[in-house]
């Protein structure tokens, strides 16, 4: 089955700092990644799309010089927290759709934590 | 606007009983209908999936959810829970396409012996 990698599984940072997580489809190409965080005990929000030679395209109220995306390649999409603070301590989940479009497949997720 | 109501949040059965989760969509068209797991520290594994033609799904790990419009429900199913069940359990709803995909709030499992 489709393969969506994220890198790194865990990450702790100092307040202040940037921090970079990366989305990898394996086995397939994905023009399009979406960015998902996940507060505890809450469901997955989306914070925005990810297109592969364009500009993301984010949902409403995620500040977009914050979360900066780049979908480098049809494999690769980066999702980096600039100037990290502890609220921004959060699970965060990519995924990319496969088989048409219709299914996502979803990464394993990256745990952040600010101090 | 698409939506999805998971109305239990946590929900305890007894290994070897039966299972239903309840979920509740909004949409202004023919949804496509998702079931992800999802355990601790985890990323989402999915379930199963409806798109169109026979409105009861088969997935995999023995969950099945039916699909039924008169009701906007897509509720997921299994026969008989295992403890490894245990998880948190996610509906979703979207509009396929490469278009983005609306969670519910999620309904936590717990199995007891």
């Known amino acids: 089955g489709a393969v969506v990698s994220q890198h790194p599984s865990w990450v702790i940072c100092k307040s202040g700092t940037s921090v970079k997580i990366e989305c990898r489809s394996l086995?397939?190409?994905?023009?399009?990644m979406f960015w998902y965080r996940q507060f505890p005990k809450q469901s997955l929000m989306l914070m925005a799309t990810?297109?592969?030679?364009?500009?993301?395209?984010?949902e409403q109220g995620v500040e977009k010089d914050k979360f900066l995306i780049n979908h480098a390649s049809l494999t690769l999409s980066t999702l980096t927290v600039t100037s990290a603070h502890p609220e921004d301590s959060s699970f965060y989940i990519c995924?990319?759709?496969?088989?048409?479009?219709?299914?996502?497949?979803f990464g394993p997720g990256t745990r952040l934590l600010v101090l | 606007a698409q939506s999805v109501t998971q109305p239990d949040i946590h929900i305890t059965v007894s290994e070897g009983a039966s299972l239903e989760l309840r979920c509740n969509y909004s949409?202004?068209?023919?949804?496509?209908l998702f079931w992800y797991v999802q355990s601790p520290g985890q990323g989402l594994q999915l379930l199963l999936k409806y798109f169109s033609g026979d409105t009861l799904v088969q997935g995999i790990k023995g969950f099945e959810a039916e699909f039924k419009r008169s009701q906007s429900s897509f509720n997921l199913r299994k026969p008989s829970v295992h403890w490894s069940d245990a998880a948190e359990y996610f509906c979703?709803?979207?509009?396929?396409?490469?278009?983005?995909?609306?969670f519910g709030i999620g309904t936590k499992l717990q199995v007891i012996p």
């Open positions: 979703a709803v979207g509009r396929g396409g490469y278009q983005k995909v609306t």
């Open positions: 949409y202004g068209a023919t949804p496509y």
């Open positions: 995924s990319a759709p496969r088989e048409g479009g219709e299914t996502q497949y």
């Open positions: 086995d397939f190409q994905a023009t399009t």
């Open positions: 990810s297109n592969e030679g364009s500009k993301a395209t984010y």
